[in-house]
Nanobody, 115 residues
Framework: VQLVESGGGLVQPGGSLRLSCAAS????????MSWYRQAPGKERELVAR????????NYADSVKGRFIISRDNAKNTVYLQMNSLKPEDTAVYYC?????????WGQGTQVTVSS
C-alpha cells in the first residue's frame, strides 16, 4: 500500500493550497480517508475525514469553514482544499486510510504559512 501526498509548500497568510493524496495497493473506495497534521513539538491531530463513499465529512473546529476534504474514487485520490490559511496551520500534513483494523499513512507533506 502506498499513500503519496503532494501539494504542500510555502504560502502567505490568507492564501490557499490544495493537497492531494494518491493511493495505490488498496481498494480505495472501501476506505475512510483522513488528513492529519503535526506541528513541531505538538501531537498529530485530525484535520478532516471523509467516509468511503464521500457522503460524510468531519472537520476539526480549527479548520471548519476554511478547509474542504473531497475524494475521487475513480482516481484513488483524496484532496484537502485549504483556504484562508493562518500561520498556525503550519505543519506536516499526513494522509491516512482506515478500514476496521487496516490503517495506512503517507509520508507527509510540509505546509508552511508565513509572510
Amino acid at each position: 500500500v502506498q499513500l503519496v501526498e503532494s501539494g504542500g509548500g510555502l504560502v502567505q497568510p490568507g492564501g490557499s493550497l490544495r493537497l492531494s493524496c494518491a493511493a495505490s495497493g488498496l481498494t480505495f473506495s472501501r476506505f475512510d480517508m483522513s488528513w492529519y497534521r503535526q506541528a513541531p513539538g505538538k501531537e498529530r491531530e485530525l484535520v478532516a475525514r471523509i467516509s468511503s463513499a464521500g457522503g460524510i465529512t468531519n472537520y476539526a473546529d480549527s479548520v471548519k469553514g476554511r478547509f474542504i476534504i473531497s475524494r475521487d474514487n475513480a482516481k484513488n485520490t483524496v484532496y484537502l482544499q485549504m483556504n484562508s490559511l493562518k500561520p498556525e496551520d503550519t505543519a506536516v500534513y499526513y494522509c491516512n486510510a482506515a478500514l476496521i483494523t487496516y490503517v495506512y499513512w503517507g509520508q507527509g507533506t510540509q505546509v508552511t504559512v508565513s509572510s
